[in-house]
């Protein structure tokens, strides 16, 4: 069976070129175009798709809105995004609304089908230009969630930050402008945050778990 694809894009020339380029592949059929997403989970309904082609920027209701109401509604449904903006907002948007692919509009005719049929098949995709900056984020995220589990606090990020660059208690007191003994019982207490005994224990540690 062919797979259903809807194309919702406000632009009727991007509508077309989509529908023209993924027409050409046996495997593809073009369901239905809409040109925007106000009523478009009664028009889904209708047409059933296997996926649909989301635009973001959109009159009335915007892409990412839709799709986060689309896969409330119809779990089974894929969507991919297909878009010009690269922007965290709305790439990090558009997978937080459930998006299974992100697809920018300058990407390759090959991408393109291989996305629609990548997602088709249950798996997610994204676009290579995005892929560092989704890791980088990801990254950032597991950071804090680590940070917070642990109750490690900014200054206890930098005073572990300082001992990995070799700062003894000293040169860490005036860089933040404490005492030493201030220092020693931040130290004894980032220690037990870590459950370590000792600062190459602690600055191991820290590295382990992603905090510096």
Known sequence: MPIRVMIVDDHLLVRRGVSSLLSMCDDVEIVAEAEHAVGLL???QAVQPDVVLMDIRMPGIEGIQAT?????????L???????????????????????????KNS???????TVRTVAQGKSYLAPDLVDR????????????????????????EIITLMAEGASNREIAEALHWSESTVKRKIENV???LQVTNRIQAVAEAIRLGLI
């Open 42 to 44: 009664a028009k889904v």
């Open 68 to 76: 986060r109401q689309l896969l409330k509604a119809l779990p089974d």
């Open 78 to 104: 894929r969507v991919i995004i297909l878009t010009t903006y690269d922007d965290d907002e709305h790439i990090f948007g558009a997978l937080r609304a459930g998006a299974h692919a992100i697809l920018l």
């Open 108 to 114: 390759s005719y090959d991408q393109l089908v291989d």
């Open 134 to 157: 989704v890791r980088t984020q990801f990254a950032a995220l597991s950071k804090i969630a680590v940070r917070t589990e642990l109750g490690i606090t900014e200054l206890e990020l």
């Open 191 to 193: 220690f037990g945050k």
